[in-house]
């Protein structure tokens, strides 16, 4: 790939648009792909069309001159250790020396998946050893979820997939097709400091009812601040936390429904429509509901403003004709 990709740029290519659908593969020939594309001499774009398993998903996290990665809104990415097969048969010699082949091989593994890990928590700023969780289990992330970690920088629209298949054998859980909600690791639960802090901004008029809702990675930092230690204010604006995970890390907290503008917080209609929508999928109940029950409030909220306004512009109406009748008199 480092030959194609210099040949794009000696061409006059201003950038490299790159899309990946695969289940992976060898991961050398992978790591020697994503090091092709850091290393290019004009920026690249790297775009998940479908699925980004194993390997595949860390050419996607390609660091240096890769200046974006965007996924697709049905696209999923699959996270795991690195695994190879080896196989025995003879006597006692040859298990012996199978044995130390086992105890070899373990260690290239352990190098690979070092590698592995730091290129996601690189791409992420998570913490490693949130990933490493991740990893060994086996972990799916669906487009919004992996938006919200920061494994790919933006998320466009595309038509839903129509089918889900991957070949027996090629994963662990061979159970997991890939159109699943994403494998959540440890108890999420509604975080509810978060939904009173919510209560208090919308009945204080903090809310956008009608506005658009995107939050990607550079969004959560805004919320970190400049010194990115802001976890007290990153917290409050995400209506669900991980109870497993460490606290004042991203991988505590999920569901975000405000964004920072300017000093003050602002809850956003479309952002708890869709937690609905994904908690729904995800049979995350007392999420649902408590997202639920911020709609209600808000649009209680702004049916009371919308009379409010409709007083006020009746009262301003009469009293424009009352002094028209006494201009007129």
């Not at 991740?134 to 629209?157: K, R």
Request: hydrophobic share 40%; glycine share 6%.
């Amino acid at each position: 790939m480092r030959t194609q990709v210099n040949e794009l740029a000696d061409a006059g290519a201003d950038s490299i648009d790159v899309r990946i659908n695969s289940y992976g593969g060898d991961v050398f020939e992978g790591l020697a792909m994503a090091h092709a594309l850091a290393a290019s001499p004009v920026g690249v774009v790297v775009h998940i069309d479908g699925i980004a398993a194993s390997i595949a998903s860390v050419v996607a996290m390609a660091g240096g001159s890769v200046t974006e990665t965007r996924m697709a809104s049905s696209a999923q990415i699959m996270i795991h250790n690195s695994w190879t097969e080896l196989r025995f048969i003879g006597d006692q010699n040859t298990m012996v020396e199978g044995m130390k082949q086992i105890e070899r091989m373990t260690g290239v593994l352990q190098t690979i998946d070092k590698h592995i890990v730091n290129a996601y928590a690189t791409k992420t700023q998570l913490p490693e050893e949130t990933i490493r969780q991740w990893m060994e289990e086996e972990t799916w992330f669906d487009s919004a979820t992996s938006l919200e970690f920061g494994f790919v920088d933006s998320v466009v629209e595309q038509a839903e997939v129509a089918a889900c298949d991957i070949p027996r054998g090629l994963f662990r859980d061979g159970r997991t097709l890939f159109c699943k909600p994403p494998v959540i690791l440890g108890e999420r639960r509604v975080r509810k400091a978060s939904e009173d802090y919510a209560t208090e901004r919308i009945r204080s008029g903090q809310f956008n009812a009608s506005g658009s809702w995107s939050f990607d990675a550079a969004d959560g930092n805004r919320l970190l601040g400049a010194d990115g230690d802001d976890w007290e204010r990153f917290a409050k604006a995400h209506l669900a936390e991980n109870t497993d995970a460490d606290h004042d890390t991203k991988a505590r907290y999920s569901y975000p429904f405000a964004h920072l503008e300017g000093s003050e917080l602002v809850i956003y209609r479309s952002a708890l429509a869709a937690i609905r929508q994904r908690s729904s999928a995800e049979d995350d109940g007392n999420i649902y509901s408590a997202a639920g029950r911020l709609m209600d409030l808000m649009d209680e909220e702004s049916d009371a403003n919308a009379r409010s306004r409709q007083v006020l512009s009746h009262r301003k109406t009469r009293l424009l004709l009352s002094q028209a009748r006494a201009d007129i008199c």
